[in-house]
């Protein structure tokens, strides 16, 4: 897992990325890499978000972020392979799911 903080939603990451960082990591024990605060919307929208919106390159999950703690599986192929809305825990049986279903279709 890896957590890129954007302050595109309602201004809930206008702190610095080391602020945020010790936020997630106290309030919701995230022990996964952090990186720098990104735009995961609008004009100023990060490439990697651009790709992985991109509803022509990426039909099923595709789309924009509707919210903070959108989730996306990504292959050993750089494809994505699951799209998970905020709701959705990390911890939750569909991420498992999903995740032996990519394991089991990459090779080893």
């Known amino acids: 897992m890896l957590g890129f903080p954007a302050n595109n939603f ?5 702190g ?5 960082k010790t936020f997630c990591s106290r309030k919701y024990n995230v022990t996964f890499p952090m990186y720098s605060k990104i735009s995961v919307a609008g004009a100023d929208k990060a490439p990697l978000y651009q790709f992985l919106t991109d509803k022509q390159a990426n039909p099923a999950t ?3 972020i509707k919210w903070n703690f959108t989730k996306f ?3 050993r ?4 392979a699951a ?5 959705v825990k990390p911890e939750s ?3 498992a799911a999903a995740i032996e279903k990519a394991l089991s279709g ?3």
């Open 83 to 87: 799209r998970f809305e905020s709701p």
């Open 77 to 80: 192929e750089g494809k994505v």
């Open 93 to 95: 049986p569909e991420v």
């Open 10 to 14: 309602g201004a809930q990451e206008p």
């Open 106 to 108: 990459s090779p080893r």
């Open 16 to 20: 610095t990325n080391e602020e945020i």
């Open 73 to 75: 599986l990504v292959d």
């Open 62 to 64: 595709g789309g924009e």
